[in-house]
């Protein structure tokens, strides 16, 4: 399997399993009484959601690279 296609897996993974949780804790934790608590809780949502799964598809990216490069440092170290 290509590195890009690794890092894509692993970031749409890692996507979908926070927007679970913020989703969740927003569900549990707000009251919404009217429309207007509604899209604003919606769109607070999709703020948060999407500036933590940004955060979160970095962190992916950067320990797919890390044991991407493990594996290519090991693979020259059998090959000498």
């Known amino acids: 399997?290509?590195?890009p296609v690794i890092r894509l897996a692993a970031q749409v993974f890692a996507s979908v399993g926070v927007s679970k949780?913020?989703?969740d804790i927003?569900?549990?934790n707000t009251t919404i009484v009217t429309t207007t608590d509604a899209v604003r809780v919606w769109?607070?949502?999709l703020v948060i959601g999407s500036?933590?799964?940004d955060n979160a598809a970095k962190h992916v990216n950067d320990r797919v690279t890390e044991v991407l490069e493990w594996n290519q440092n090991r693979k020259a170290a059998n090959v000498e």
């Open 43 to 45: 769109a607070g949502s």
């Open 1 to 3: 399997m290509s590195a």
């Open 21 to 23: 949780v913020v989703n």
């Open 26 to 28: 927003i569900k549990n």
């Open 51 to 53: 500036m933590i799964a």
